[in-house]
């Protein structure tokens, strides 16, 4: 297949690009940046203007869409005490929040526009609301799965919901195939050393149920979703099956979660988020687990 990569020069943009090659596919990876040591053809695009956009669609057989600028709060601001965080600069927020809707909106109007037969959306397992909540929030049910209520609170979270739904409008009105992949906090470098500071501080990293996926699993998982064939827009999470935590995950939903349903097995340790559906419509099962 021939297939845009946008975001190529992010580390998922990267191995997300490679990892396609590998496989035989024809990959343009795009970006408003160089992509560093390019293993396919790349261009300097930005998707905010829709014509730049349009052209690199045309002739595609999918779109990957991976580019979006981050959102500095994400990163700091939790307060511990109350469980919420602070997310101060309401203006540079509203900016990041607006660019990241436009291209998201400008890509897949431009896919439909081209005639791409498959589309695969950036989302994120923030979604749902608990990652970064202003007001304390907590999960229906444990496992979350793709079922669970979106009740998103912070302009990051916000974001990704806009992008869901910009997804279901244009799957309504064409035959697109449309995945998208909510991803937990993706890492590279989770090292023993920093494994082991999260670990003494289960509190910070209940918002996002304990998960993570490797970069190595993401990458993978996109590919899965253009090569296996479903029908309209389909959302995904995509983690690894266990958390960061060496304590059973029922025990950490009593002590941090004490009212939720848990549905999980009392013994071991599994993932707060369900990754049975990315599984079984994907064959998507990550392998690069921490111990």
């Known amino acids: 297949m021939n297939i845009v990569v946008t975001g190529g020069a992010g580390r998922l943009g990267q191995l997300t690009t490679k990892e396609l090659v590998a496989y035989g596919h024809e990959v343009l990876a795009i970006d408003k940046a160089p992509i560093p040591d390019p293993v396919c053809r790349s261009s300097i695009i930005d998707l905010s203007q829709a ?51 436009t291209i998201s909106y400008n890509v897949v109007a431009s896919a439909f526009a081209a005639g791409v037969k498959k589309l695969v959306m950036g989302s994120s397992l923030t979604i749902y609301g608990f990652y970064y909540p202003t007001r ?35 799957a309504r009105r064409s035959d697109m ?15 023993q050393q920093n494994l082991f500071e999260r670990r003494k501080n289960p509190l910070r990293w209940a918002g996002p149920l304990w998960t993570y996926v490797d970069v190595r699993d993401a990458a993978v998982a996109c590919r899965l979703a253009v090569d ?5 827009h389909e959302p995904f999470n995509i983690c ?28 071991g340790n599994w993932s707060g988020y369900d990754c049975k559906k990315a599984r079984d419509l994907l064959g998507f099962t990550a392998t690069h687990l921490l111990d």
């Open 136 to 170: 304390f929030a907590a999960p229906e049910y444990l496992p979350v799965d793709e079922a669970h209520p979106l009740s998103p609170q912070d302009p990051y979270s916000i974001s990704k919901l806009a992008g869901e739904c910009i997804c279901d409008a244009f």
């Open 177 to 191: 195939q449309i995945a998208s992949l909510r991803f937990a906090g993706i890492s590279a470098d989770l090292t």
């Open 240 to 267: 690894a099956a266990n958390t960061i935590m060496t304590k059973a995950t029922a025990e950490l939903a009593k002590e941090y979660f004490p009212d939720v349903n848990v549905r999980g097995p009392l013994e």
């Open 228 to 232: 296996k064939d479903f029908s309209g």
């Open 51 to 101: 014509q730049e956009c349009a052209n690199v669609c045309q002739g595609a057989d999918a779109v990957i869409h991976l580019a979006r600028r981050r959102f500095p709060y994400t990163s700091s601001g939790f307060e511990p005490a109350l469980r919420t965080w602070k997310i101060p600069d309401v203006f540079g927020d509203a900016e990041n929040f607006s660019y990241n809707v």
